[in-house]
């Protein structure tokens, strides 16, 4: 398991809020995450957990309170503004590109060119590209051999999700969003992905991992924070035991008064 720095604080949100409407998806979220931390992020469909990544990542706004990356304070305006603060996302459908081949995804959108004809032309550096890759790859323990010229869609769904996080770390990540980086694996895929994240978090990376695979998440989790109708309810150890965070995903270790309180019409997260 990593450990962290808790002198050095990657994200602090403080009190962040999203509203759609008369709905409420989040209200007043806090917490931390410090330098080389797994936390996962678990709740219930509609808990909330998608509005929060996406508020982080840049693709949402915030209509109250506001976050600090690396302790300054940022207001993203689109998941480009999050990058530059060194904030990555890597989604479900991992936003690879099947048909080109692996070093040509870890360069999408930041390919790596040389001149030709005196500097009058300029073609990809397909060399440079594909030793860098190499090396990204080898960083986090990974070893594709000649399938890093092949096109990223004949990958199984445990190296396409290798090469999206050594994307990320590649490009400078301090802070690597993943949502549900299991989904749709197999038990030695699903393991591996867990050892690739404890690899990022070597390099100093924080990460936040959303999950309804519990026994993964309590496996690889440095603590776990819990979601339910847009509120942070609990904010769990490692030695939770699933009975505890599934109690506190439905609702059930919820203070009876506290959730009628909170849970007013329209007040449900999404």
Partial sequence: MSQADPNHVIL??????????SVVALQSVSFELTRGEIVGLIG????????????????????GGHMLIEGQHHSFHSPRDARRAGVETVYQDLALAPHLPVWANMFLGRELRKPTLGGLLSTLD?????ASTNVALATLGIDLGAKVA?????????????????????WGASLLLMDEPTAALGVEQTARVGTLIKEATTAGVGVLVVSHDLPWVQAICDKTIVLYRGRLVAVLERQA???????????????????DIHASPGALGV
């Avoid at 469909?45 to 693709?59: D, F, H, P, R």
């Avoid at 990958?155 to 770390?169: D, K």
């Fill in 12 to 21: 602090r949100t403080i009190h962040l809020s999203k509203r759609y409407g």
């Fill in 241 to 259: 035991s699933l009975e505890t965070m599934v109690g506190w995903i439905t609702g059930s270790l919820i203070p009876r008064r506290s959730v």
């Fill in 150 to 170: 092949s096109p990223i869609g004949s990958l199984s769904g445990g190296q396409r999700q290798a090469v999206a996080v050594a994307r990320a770390v590649h």
């Fill in 44 to 63: 219930d469909n509609g808990a909330g957990k998608s509005t929060l990544i996406n508020l982080i990542a840049g693709a949402l706004q915030p209509d």
């Fill in 126 to 130: 397909v060399r440079a590209m594909t």
